[in-house]
């Protein structure tokens, strides 16, 4: 009984260094005064300084951000509607046709997305791409969530609100709505970084011209591994980290279903 | 006129036919019954009264209007759901207050009658609490008083007892028969029990599959039971297979199956050779010991077979000496009695002849 129980947090132990030792260490270098990610100097924020005034990352950063809140924002819209209708319709399709790009490789989805936009929209590869390159693959998990969330609730409670005399509307805005934004929010959330760190579909739609976050870092990386990449990759694991942590929180109420009666 | 009229609906599945042609009328200020089994398409019909489903053909007029394509929210209809369905992210008070903020009442106006309301249910103490920290005889309350607020025309409810334990049950029978009473708003109550149904209404439409089988009140639908499939739905009850043998004047004669022959007055539409089932209740069954050697008529020698002591009443099953099997109900109400017979005893079993009904079978 010790013995397994001894075992079992060694081998917890284990997988833990293993995941986060690599990021810890690219968290600490990112403060160190050397160009070496090999031996601690001393302290310093010169990396964040420098990152700051690197033109070409600023507007790698803000092109990202402005794509993933775009693209979030899209996805969330739709994927909720798709996460409704799922629900509501029962179409046996449906489900397959939403939830398809989630299981999809990378890579096929980036090439058939390329090609789309080329051959048939004819389409200038650019932020416009992105966005909907983005929107498609993040629709999904949005409907996954809302549609979870929906399953775990009676429905007679939305027959209820237009028995009491509330139009389809009214039953939407007051009833459905509310109990579903924990969903729609945790979606939204998911969207923002599925969308923000994604590299194989963005390199295969962004076209020429505008830097995007995750590719900007992976030409700084072809040149030289300097710590202004340690830098830039701890603020995002930040943010990223963030997120999750908020999304979780939204989430896990789904999961446990506190607002079911 | 009939408050509510149903004319020839009939709602389709695919090739399933839930709702078979129904027709009936139901007054104002009644406490009616849909009673069926699971499956038999009471709760299809509901729906289709509250106006969460549309007919495939028929009508359904309310106040002489047709309303079967009209939706949900502008029939003055409500409905207790089973589930109760408050809505999770509302307090109390919201959930009552809900049907006249639809209706656009005056905020003054919402919280006095929302006030009054819970005070009537007993609930003004529960005013801010959510749904789910009520209990379930609470959160029924709650649905009566939300479905009531704006007095509608008709209430339909929908099994709404079935979630609660067997004494709250009862009281909430009571309580319902009160309040009915007291809001003189007309009533539809679907349910499987039969107990409910006999209980609170004052008319009963026993369903199956998707057909109405026969509305009365509930001693008509327990002692006169149209046919076969009412007499079994309804309590227990001993049926014996027979046939007509012949008529004459007022009277018919019958054989039952391996027991003999018994007269019984003339049923309508009865021709010799018909044939169908003796029915006769168990509390209707009178049991004598063999030795007691008693004449009465309709005696049949037997013996017991098996019993089952429940407290008040011991039913005991009876084999026939030709092997037909019946069942007695004998109350318990001689002082320290618990039982009048053992298994194995020889007994002579026999009923008055207006306990027995032939039900003919259906062509």
């Not at chain 1, 270098?29 to 601690?40: G, K, Q, V």
């Amino acid at each position: 009984m010790k013995r397994t129980h001894l075992l079992l947090w060694l081998t917890a132990s284990l997988v833990y260094i293993f995941l986060y030792i690599p990021l810890i260490i690219v968290v600490v270098y990112s403060f160190n005064d050397s160009r070496l990610n090999a031996e601690w100097v001393g302290f310093t924020l010169d990396w964040y300084y420098k990152l700051f005034h690197n033109q070409e990352m600023l507007l790698a950063a803000r092109n990202s951000l402005f794509i993933a809140v775009s693209a979030s924002l899209l996805a969330t819209i739709l994927g909720t509607m798709a996460g409704l209708a799922i629900h509501r319709y029962r179409i046996r399709v449906l489900p397959f046709l939403a939830f398809a790009p989630i299981a999809m490789p990378e890579i096929l989805l980036g090439v058939s997305l390329l090609l789309f936009f080329l051959q048939v929209m004819n389409l200038t590869l650019g932020l416009i791409s992105i966005i909907i390159a983005h929107t498609t693959f993040c629709v999904g998990f949005v409907a996954i969530i809302v549609r979870a969330r929906l399953q775990g609730m009676d429905d007679s409670i939305f027959e209820a609100a237009r028995d009491l005399g509330a139009t389809p509307w009214q039953t939407f805005r007051l009833i459905t709505l509310p109990l579903i934004m924990p969903a729609i929010a945790a979606g939204a959330l998911m969207s923002f970084t599925l969308s923000i760190d994604d590299f194989v579909i963005t390199f295969f739609t962004k076209g020429i011209g505008e830097p995007i976050l995750p590719i900007q870092i992976y030409t700084m990386i072809k040149i030289s591994v300097t710590p202004e990449i340690n830098a830039i990759s701890t603020l995002f694991m930040l943010l990223t980290l963030v997120l999750i942590i908020i999304a979780n929180r939204l989430d896990s109420g789904i999961l446990q279903g506190e607002k079911k009666s | 006129m009939a408050l509510l009229e149903l004319r020839n609906v009939i709602r389709r599945f695919g090739d399933f036919t839930a709702v078979d042609n129904v027709s009936l009328s139901i007054e104002t200020g009644e406490f009616f019954t849909l009673l069926g089994p699971s499956g038999c398409g009471k709760t299809t019909l509901l729906r289709l009264i509250a106006g969460f489903d549309t007919p495939d053909s028929g009508q359904i007029l309310l106040d002489g209007e047709d309303i079967a394509s009209t939706p949900p929210e502008k029939r003055s209809i409500h409905t207790v759901f089973q589930s109760y369905a408050l809505f999770p992210h509302m307090t109390v008070t919201d959930n009552v207050a809900f049907p006249l903020k639809m209706s656009k009442v005056a905020p003054a106006e919402i919280r006095k009658r929302v006030e009054k309301a819970l005070e009537e249910v007993q609930l003004s103490k529960f005013a801010h609490r959510f749904p789910h920290e009520l209990s379930g005889g609470q959160k029924q309350r709650v649905a009566f008083a939300r479905g009531l607020i704006n007095r509608p025309r008709l209430l339909l409810m929908d099994e709404p007892l079935g979630a609660l334990d067997a004494k709250l049950r009862e009281d909430m029978q009571r309580e319902l028969i009160n309040l009915q009473k007291e809001v003189g708003i007309t009533f539809i109550f679907v349910t499987h029990s039969q107990d409910e149904a006999l209980a609170l209404s004052q008319r009963i439409a026993v369903m199956n599959v998707g057909k109405i089988e026969q509305i009365g009140e509930p001693s008509t639908i327990y002692s006169a039971p149209a046919n076969r499939f009412i007499a079994d739905f309804i309590g227990k009850i001993n049926l014996m297979e027979a046939g007509v043998t012949h008529i004459s004047g007022e009277d018919m004669t019958l054989e039952i199956d391996g027991l003999g022959t018994i007269t019984l007055p003339l049923k309508p539409a009865v021709q010799p050779g018909d044939r169908g089932v003796i029915a006769i209740r168990p509390e209707q069954v009178k049991v004598y010991a063999l030795a007691e050697r008693t004449e009465v008529p309709h005696a049949y020698t037997g013996k017991v077979l098996d019993f089952l002591y429940v407290g008040d009443v011991t039913t005991y099953v009876i084999e026939l000496d030709n092997g037909v099997r019946m069942e007695a109900l004998l109350a318990n109400s001689a002082p320290g009695r618990a039982r009048f017979f053992e298994v194995d005893d020889p007994v002579i079993v026999s009923w008055p002849q207006e306990a027995a009904q032939f039900l003919p079978d259906q062509p």
